[in-house]
Each structure stands twice: as C-alpha cells, then as structure tokens.
C-alpha cells in the first residue's frame, strides 16, 4: 500500500488490521473501489491470488533473534557466518549466485538498520559474503541500542548457467 492510499485509511479511522477488519465490505468498495474487496478479503486471511510455486526466486535470506541482546562488534561479527554459510548452502545447491548483500540490524528497541552493497560481479564464496556482511555491519558500529536480530539476504540473484554462458559468448576478432 502506498502513502496516499495508507492516508486514505488513516481518513476512515483505519490504522489497524482490526480496524480494516471492522469495516463492512460494501464501506471497504465504496471508499477504495475495486480494491475494497481485497482489503476485505486480506483483513480476514483471504487471497484469492494464485500461487506460483515455480515463480524464479528475488532473494534469498537467513535470521537470528539472539536470547541475549549483542553489544560487542566481534561477537555480532561470528554471528553473521551461520547466517552467511545458510544462504551461501542454498544458493549453491540451487546453482544460483548473487551480486547484491544485505544486512538487517534490529535492536532491542525493535527499530531497524538495513545496509547493502552490490558487486559487479557474483560473490565467489561464503567468506567473500561474510565478508562483505561485515564491512556493512561496521558502518553502524557503536551500535546505538543492543542488537537482538540479525539477518543476510543474497539478492541480484542469477544462474550458474548464465555466468558460463556469457563466458562462452563468442568475442570479435580484434586483429585486423
């Protein structure tokens, strides 16, 4: 949803899932239109969408909600590697590779960090990715609160395959 249509809601005293639940589907349709009938349906667990199991995956990621909240650098640093090694197993199973690494940050006050980068060429190993991972999360070191969550995400995901083929392309001839 976006900002109009959130302020829209905001309007008609709706801010919350309860609240759009409240409202009848004939108010829903009436005020939002054609989308009124799947705000109705989304706010009672209804969505008539197709599923598309087979649909190329965006992004693939891993999380951790720590027991005790993380201070210290180096300990949120030896964190990252399960995480890391997590999407790095799926990925190479699925004979996929990314150019993009993210790192989510929440802390104990549940407000949130999210830092990436994008390479211009596919991370090579689990350690390149930790790597990475890590250089992000030392850009919101001193942490401002304790950290309780961390997570990777690999995303600008694409294909073994692809990468050799375009190895395989074949190159002009440059001597003349």
Request: charged share 25%; glycine share 6%.
């Amino acid at each position: 949803m976006g900002p109009a249509t959130a302020e829209r809601m905001k309007h008609h005293g709706i801010e919350t899932g309860l609240d759009l639940k409240s409202k009848s589907l004939a108010f829903l349709q009436q005020h939002f239109g054609k989308f009124g009938s799947y705000f109705y349906g989304i706010a009672r667990a209804i969505d008539e969408r197709h599923v598309r199991p087979d649909r190329p995956r965006k992004s693939v990621g891993a999380k951790d909600t720590f027991v005790k909240d993380i201070n210290d650098f180096d300990h949120a640093v030896l964190e990252l590697m399960p995480l890391c090694e997590k999407v790095w197993r799926y990925c190479e199973a699925q004979d996929l590779r990314a150019k993009t690494v993210t790192v989510n940050i929440k802390y104990s006050d549940f407000t949130q960090a999210t830092r990436s980068r994008t390479s211009a060429a596919p991370f090579a190993s689990v350690m390149d990715i930790h790597d990475t991972a890590s250089g992000l999360l030392a850009t919101v070191y001193r942490f401002r609160r304790p950290v309780r969550l961390l997570g990777v995400t690999l995303s600008s995901l694409i294909s073994d395959q692809s990468i050799y083929a375009a190895h395989e392309q074949p190159q002009f001839d440059l001597n003349l």
